[in-house]
């Protein structure tokens, strides 16, 4: 099997950008180009760090939420040992507040993060390189460059929500047309199919000649009517929301959504594992279930990865959504109420906790009756 290398990740919102903005660290050698400190110590030294950067600058691309800001304090780090002997080190600083403002979607978490970088700059400015050469780009750059990055990560949040409504003002437009068709399949085709299989009744009760061929017959295409009623009724089902067509379309826009946001989506089993069980309601609520939590997962989990699992016991049928982000904090909030209370008027439950790495969801309604599962 081949396997594909990357520098960076198949992420269609970066682009080429990120290839030209490491072009930047050639700033490190502005200082032994213009002679300042021109010695082979600081060729060195600013070749080294240069080499120690290159590799966390691409991870740094890879990662996020607090990964990511570990990754910036390391490239922080190169900058406070470059610092005594090349001013220029203060491009490292810049690039380590990028990556902090980017690992936080929240202004005051993104705020925080880069007053990190502002610290380990200032007391390096302090008490490795005291110069105004230094200590101007750096916090200048700093401030600018690290709000620079907290605004692209509040972007690509926005991007990801407008992915999602956008997928939903279409798969609610597919919903309602499948929905009109199957009122027109059913109100002309099931009443015309029903009016054949009682014109075939007739035929059968009056036949005077040939009484036992004519019977045949008229046996047979009341037969054939009946069963092509039950097609209707069938094509119908698949035309409805039920029987998992609207859930498994919500996957695919929920799965767009969380890929934008640099969330890895992954499903375990499928609606397919208790689709004839769902009727509209049932698979509505579900569906609203899966983008509340995904929507949750990209807002506030700060999660690498989101997975949704589909099972159907013998008792319980339902979905369990989970992440390994942060972990639910506070109280729930109006979402996750009023999911609760969805759930409960259909007679199903709702559970969400927190675990050491990420938060669990889980939905689950009883198994129907022989006779309600006929209906669905």
């Given at each position: 099997m081949k396997l594909a290398w990357r520098l960076l990740p198949p992420d269609p919102h970066?682009?080429?950008?990120?290839?030209?903005?490491?072009?930047?660290?050639g700033f490190v050698f502005l200082v032994p180009v213009l002679g300042?400190?021109?010695?082979?110590?600081?060729?060195?030294?600013?070749t080294a760090v240069t080499v120690l950067f290159l590799p966390l600058y691409f991870s740094a691309y890879w990662v996020t939420g607090w990964r990511q800001l570990v990754l910036a304090v390391l490239i922080a780090l190169l900058g406070v040992a470059l610092a005594p002997v090349n001013t220029g080190a203060s491009t490292f600083f810049v690039y380590a507040a990028y990556f902090a403002g980017l690992s936080q979607h929240r202004i005051r978490d993104a705020a925080l993060a880069i007053g990190l970088v502002i610290i380990i700059a200032g007391l390096t400015a302090a008490t490795l390189a005291p110069t105004i050469y230094f200590a101007g780009p750096t916090l200048l750059g700093v401030v600018i460059v690290g709000f620079l990055g907290s605004h692209f990560a509040q972007q690509r949040v926005r991007q990801a929500e407008l992915h999602m409504a956008r997928g939903e003002v279409a798969a609610l437009a597919r919903i309602a047309e499948r929905d009109r068709i199957a009122g027109d399949l059913h109100d002309l085709l099931g009443h015309t199919l029903s009016v054949i299989a009682l014109k075939?009744?007739?035929?059968?009760?009056v036949a005077q000649r040939d009484a036992e061929r004519a019977g045949r017959e008229a046996t047979e295409v009341q037969g054939i009517a009946r069963r092509a009623l039950d097609e209707v009724r069938t094509a119908v089902r698949g035309y409805t929301v039920g029987a998992g067509a609207g859930l498994r379309q919500e996957l695919k826009v929920v799965g767009g959504s969380l890929e934008s946001a640099s969330v890895e989506f992954i499903v375990e089993g499928g609606p397919e594992r208790f689709a004839q069980r769902l009727d509209a309601a049932r698979e509505g609520v579900v569906a609203l279930a899966v983008r509340e939590a995904t929507t949750n997962v990209i807002r506030h989990a700060d999660a690498k990865r989101c997975w949704i699992e589909f099972f159907d016991d013998h008792e319980v049928y339902g979905v369990e959504i989970r992440d390994d982000g942060r972990g639910l904090r506070g109280r729930p909030g109006h979402g996750l109420l009023g999911m609760r209370r969805r759930v409960e008027a259909l007679g199903g439950q709702l559970s969400v906790r927190r675990e050491s790495?990420?938060?669990?969801?889980?939905?689950?309604?009883?198994?129907?009756s022989d006779s309600e599962?006929?209906?669905v």
């Open positions: 970066l682009g080429w950008v990120p290839l030209v903005w490491v072009l930047y660290v300042e400190f021109a010695s082979a110590q600081v060729w060195w030294a600013s075939s009744e007739l035929i059968a009760a790495s990420g938060t669990r969801l889980r939905l689950s309604f009883a198994r129907p599962e006929a209906q």
